[in-house]
C-alpha cells in the first residue's frame, strides 16, 4: 500500500470518529530502541516496572504483540537501520565479510524526501552515524561498560571528554537531552521539513547503573521473587490479550558460553549472586535480598529510560508536531541472562547499582522480564527475539489501545517510514542488488494481519530459525537438532513437532538453508563499500 492510498483510507476512517483528517504533509517519525528491555517489562505490557509514558503511548495508540528482533544487539540495528538481514549486509559486528555497497540506511532513503534525521544514544553497527549514513546530528554513545562516565562519546563524529564523577552525569539523561537540543534546533532552523529522530537508550543493558534516587522507588517490590512474578505477569498478560501460550519453565541448564565463571562471580561478587535460574524457593535469605536488589536495578533503569522518553515527547508536543508525528518503540532484543565482569571490574564494597560496580540481572529475573517466553537474549526462542512494539499515531492512526497479532521484523521499519513517507524504499535498491527483506507495515497499522510476511529468519550464533505463517522451525547451536513447532498454539515452545511432522521440518530446513546460503552468497559477490568506518577506532573492541 503507498502512502497516497493509506492517507486516503485513514482519512475516510477518522472523519468518521471525528478525528482531524489526515496531515497533508508528511510525518515526523520519532523511533525509539531501547537496549536488553524483556518483552514483558512495561506495564503496557503487563510488567510490574513503572512505564507511564510508555503506556500512555499504548493507550493511544498500538501494541505489536508478535514483533521480532535479531536476538543481539549489532545485529538487531543494523537490520533496523538498513531494511536488510544482518547475514544480507554484515551491518553488524558479528557477520564475516565485507559490506556491500548496496547498504543504505534510514536517512539515506528519507533524505531525498525532504527529511532531516538526527541520532542520539547507542550505535553499535560498523558505519558512524555521519560517515555514509546520513544523520545530521548524532551523540552517540561508543561505551557499552559505563552509565556515569563513558569513556567514549562522539558529538557529530568528534570526540567528547570523559565525565568525570562530579559532573553527575548519567548516560540515559544526557541522551534524551542531546535528542531535545537537536529538535530544539529542527524547529528553529528548519520547522517546515519534517524530522526522523532515533532516539537509542543504553538502558537496561548491563551493568546494571541506576541513580540512587530511582534505586530507592522501587524499595521493597519485588520480595516475592521470580517465581510468583512470572506467574502473576502471566496471568496479567494472558487477559490483556497479549498471549494465549502456557507458561515456559525456567531452564536452569541454560547460560552463556561467555559468561564469567562461576567461581570467579561469587568471588568478585560475593555469595549472594546467582548463576541460574533455579526455583525461588532454594535461594538463601542472602541471595533472596541481593537478587531483589539487582531487579530493582533493572526496573530504575527502564523508569528513568521512561522518564527521559517523556522529556523528548514532550518536545515533540512544544514544537507543535505530536499529532503528525509517528512513534515507535522497540527493543532490540530479550532480557540478557549475561553475567559478566567487565569496564572497570566489580567493587564489593561499592552500593549496588553505582559506577564502582559491575552486575548483570541474570537469569532468574531475565526469565521473568521474557515471560511468559523461552530463554533470553542471543537465543532465536521466542524469549531472545520478542520484542514488545508500541506504535503511536495520532494523525494517522484511528485505532486507541489496540492490539495487533501480525508478525513482524526489525527489517519492516525502514520500508514502513519511507512509505508513510511518500517514498518506496525498493527504487531507492542499487540495480543488481537484492530486494529489501522488510515490507511496509502501514496496512497494518489500520487492520491487524494485513502485512504477512513469507517467512521471517533468523541467525545469530549459530542459533537458527525460520517462522512461515505459524510454523516456526530452530535449532540451538551448531549441534542443535532442529525442532519444530505451532506458534498459534505454542509460542512457549513446550511441544515439539519436529517427529510428528517430518515433511513439514525438512521443508521448512531447505527454506532456511536457501535464505542462509543465498544471504551470503549475494554479500561476498556484492562490491565492498568504502564507507566502513568502525566506531571509536581500529581499536574499538567487539562486544555486544
Same mark, same amino acid.
Given at each position: ?53 510508555? =503506556? ?9 504483540? #508478535?514483533?521480532? %528482533? ?15 538481514? +544482518? ?16 547498504? #543504505? ?11 532531516? %534525521?538526527?541520532?542520539?544514544?547507542? !550505535?553499535?553497527?560498523? *558505519? ?5 549514513? &546520513? ?12 552509565? *556515569? ?7 557529530? &563524529?568528534?570526540?567528547?571528554? #570523559? ?13 534524551? =537531552? ?14 517546515? =521539513? ?46 490483556? /490479550? ?27 561478587? &560475593? ?8 526455583? !525461588? ?38 514544537? /507543535? ?7 515507535? *518503540? ?6 540478557? %541472562? ?37 530463554? $533470553? ?6 524469549? /531472545? ?26 527489517? =519492516? ?9 511518500? &517514498? ?28 504477512? $510476511? ?27 537438532? !532442529? ?17 510428528? #511432522? ?9 527454506? !532456511? ?24 577506532? +581500529? ?6
Amino acid at each position: 500500500m503507498n502512502r497516497r492510498q493509506f492517507l486516503k483510507n485513514i482519512g475516510v476512517a477518522t472523519a468518521a470518529t471525528a478525528l482531524p483528517a489526515a496531515p497533508s504533509k508528511k510525518p515526523n517519525f520519532l523511533l525509539i530502541l531501547a537496549d536488553d528491555m524483556g518483552f514483558s517489562d512495561a506495564g503496557c505490557y503487563g510488567g510490574d516496572i513503572d512505564t507511564p509514558n510508555l =503506556d500512555k503511548l499504548a493507550a493511544n495508540g498500538l501494541r505489536f504483540t #508478535q514483533a521480532y %528482533s535479531t536476538a543481539r544487539c549489532g545485529p538487531s540495528r543494523g537490520s533496523l537501520l538498513t531494511g536488510y538481514y +544482518a547475514q544480507q549486509t554484515a551491518s553488524d559486528i558479528m557477520t564475516p565479510g565485507n559490506v556491500p555497497s548496496f547498504t #543504505q540506511f534510514i536517512p539515506n532513503h528519507l533524505k531525498p524526501l525532504g527529511y532531516r %534525521s538526527y541520532h542520539s544514544g547507542k !550505535w553499535h553497527i560498523r *558505519f558512524t552515524p555521519k560517515e555514509g549514513v &546520513g544523520f545530521d546530528h548524532s551523540y552517540t554513545l561508543l561505551d557499552e561498560d559505563r552509565y *556515569f562516565t563513558p569513556r567514549r562519546l562522539d558529538l557529530d &563524529g568528534k570526540a567528547l571528554p #570523559q565525565p568525570k564523577p562530579e559532573d553527575n552525569y548519567y548516560s540515559t539523561v544526557a541522551i534524551s =537531552d542531546y535528542a531535545v537540543k537537536f529538535l530544539k534546533e529542527h524547529a528553529s532552523e528548519h520547522k517546515d =521539513d519534517p524530522f526522523f529522530m532515533y532516539l537509542a537508550p543504553h538502558s537496561p543493558h548491563f551493568p546494571l547503573h541506576a541513580m540512587p534516587e530511582d534505586i530507592k522507588h522501587y524499595e521493597g517490590r519485588f520480595t516475592e521473587g521470580w517465581d510468583t512474578a512470572r506467574e502473576r505477569k502471566h496471568a496479567r498478560m494472558k487477559r490483556m /490479550g497479549i498471549v494465549n501460550c502456557p507458561l515456559a519453565p525456567r531452564e536452569a541448564n541454560m547460560w552463556t558460553k561467555w559468561n564469567t565463571p562461576d567461581e570467579e562471580l561469587i568471588a568478585k561478587i &560475593g555469595p549472594g549472586e546467582v548463576m541460574r535460574a533455579v526455583p !525461588w524457593e532454594t535461594l538463601t535469605p542472602e541471595q533472596k535480598k541481593f537478587q531483589r536488589l539487582k531487579m530493582a536495578i533493572h526496573a530504575a533503569m527502564i523508569t528513568r529510560m521512561d522518564t527521559e522518553i517523556g522529556k523528548v515527547l514532550d518536545q515533540v508536543k512544544a514544537m /507543535g508536531a505530536e499529532r503528525d508525528t509517528v512513534v515507535i *518503540f522497540l527493543s532490540d532484543n530479550g532480557a540478557s %541472562s549475561e553475567q559478566l565482569i567487565r569496564g572497570d571490574g566489580h567493587d564489593k564494597n561499592a552500593p549496588a547499582g553505582s559506577a564502582n560496580s559491575y552486575l548483570g540481572l541474570g537469569p532468574g529475573w531475565a526469565t521473568n522480564s521474557n515471560t511468559p517466553l523461552r530463554l $533470553h537474549k542471543s537465543w532465536v526462542n521466542e524469549g /531472545g527475539i520478542s520484542s514488545p512494539m508500541i506504535v503511536t499515531w495520532p494523525n494517522g492512526i484511528k485505532d486507541k489501545n489496540k492490539l495487533r497479532h501480525n508478525t513482524c521484523h526489525f527489517v =519492516d521499519i525502514l520500508p514502513t517510514l519511507v512509505d508513510l513517507a511518500g &517514498g518506496d524504499a525498493n527504487k531507492n535498491v542499487p540495480a543488481g542488488a537484492p530486494k529489501l527483506a522488510g515490507r511496509s507495515l502501514a496496512s497494518a497499522f489500520q487492520k491487524d494481519g494485513t502485512a504477512p $510476511h513469507e517467512y521471517i529468519y533468523f541467525n545469530h550464533s549459530n542459533n537458527r530459525a525460520i517462522r512461515v505463517g505459524d510454523w516456526k522451525l530452530i535449532a540451538t547451536g551448531t549441534e542443535g537438532e !532442529w525442532e519444530l513447532y505451532d506458534l498459534s498454539k505454542d509460542r512457549s515452545e513446550l511441544k515439539n513437532l519436529a517427529s510428528a #511432522q517430518p515433511d513439514r521440518a525438512k521443508k521448512l530446513a531447505a527454506m !532456511w538453508k536457501e535464505k542462509d546460503d543465498e544471504f551470503a552468497r549475494v554479500r561476498e559477490a556484492a562490491t565492498p563499500t568504502n564507507r566502513l568506518r568502525m566506531p571509536g577506532g +581500529a581499536g574499538a573492541k567487539k562486544k555486544q
